[in-house]
């Protein structure tokens, strides 16, 4: 491997290194917000690599070039690849913009479809510091999700819309206090920017699924940031047991959703997911045990 090449080597494989290993850090020491915005650098350029690999194939004969490329892995590296590094920036710009459209098509969709009406903050849950837009909708199934569009505010300037979905199923059959457990963990995904990060990435995974480093990264994230909301659901509320139980009630349902990449409380779908439950139902219950927080005596149902 001639000068050259080192060179261009040097740079990419040490920033992905250097963001891999504060990734790794950020996921057990460092606050959401932080942890979510390294992630979504680290998976930025890891699109980078993986469209310009996949342009390299295509313009190199493809399946030959990817017997070439798995015997030669540094020739993707050379001078001479530059053309086809500039393809891929392009190609991986192009689809991360459009994982950025198809949230707020969906999003907007998914609020004309449903037509969910405003719903009153509950008195016994302290409303957030910012403003999110509460709602519910008609739906058979215990469903709550939450996401972020933007607008165009005064002046032009674009401005976050938060939204809440609550669906009557779910009001009908929890308690108050479930529901308002439910809702905390809701509002702890926000205002953690998971609506904004953690949407975007699990579109970015799903039009993805072919690289298998996106698919775990988002996943490792999903469950990181699902056990931190019930964490601070049972902070705002003092009732872990409550999100336990409204978990509980949700375990033998469906877990899909109308929102692809949509934050929910029940978590992933399918048997993964309901393992998932299970395992946070247990951590719920570990935090009760803890004698840390003291829930109060429910009223009558």
């Known amino acids: 491997m001639g000068p050259p090449v080192a060179e261009l080597l040097v740079v990419p494989v040490a920033l992905w290194a250097a963001l891999a290993g504060t990734f790794a850090v950020a996921l057990r020491r460092a606050r959401a917000p932080v942890l979510l915005r390294v992630a979504s650098v680290f998976l930025a350029l890891w699109a980078v690599l993986a469209t310009t690999t996949l342009a390299w194939v295509l313009t190199h004969g493809g399946l030959a070039a990817v017997v070439s490329l798995a015997e030669r892995p540094l020739g993707l590296f050379a001078p001479a690849a530059l053309p086809v590094w500039l393809e891929g920036a392009v190609g991986a710009f192009g689809l991360l913009t459009a994982v950025f459209l198809l949230n707020q098509v969906v999003g907007r969709g998914l609020l004309t479809v449903l037509r969910p009406t405003p719903l009153p903050w509950p008195g016994s849950l302290p409303m957030p510091s910012r403003r999110i837009s509460l709602r519910t909708f008609d739906s058979g199934r215990l469903e709550a999700f939450s996401f972020a569009l933007v607008e165009v505010g005064p002046h032009g300037r674009p401005r976050r819309h938060e939204v809440i979905l609550l669906s009557r199923e779910l009001l009908r059959r929890l308690t108050p206090e479930e529901r308002d457990a439910v809702l905390a963990h809701e509002v702890g995904h926000l205002l ?74 029940a978590g992933a779908s399918g048997r993964g997911g309901r393992a998932q439950v299970v395992e946070r139902i247990e951590r719920l219950l570990t935090l009760h045990r803890t004698g840390r927080y003291a829930e109060e005596p429910r009223g009558p149902a």
Do not use: C, N, Q
């Not at 995974?205 to 999903?222: E, F, N």
């Not at 409550?242 to 949509?262: H, I, M, Q, W, Y």
């Open 192 to 265: 953690s920017l998971d609506g904004r990060y953690l949407t975007y990435l699990r579109t970015l995974a799903r039009l993805m699924r072919w690289d298998p480093v996106i698919g775990y990264v988002v996943a490792v994230l999903t469950r990181h940031e699902e056990f931190r909301a019930d964490v601070e659901a049972a902070e705002r509320t003092r009732r872990p047991l409550a999100l336990a139980r409204a978990l509980a009630k949700s375990a033998d349902l469906a877990f899909t959703s109308p929102v692809p990449g949509a934050v929910r409380f």
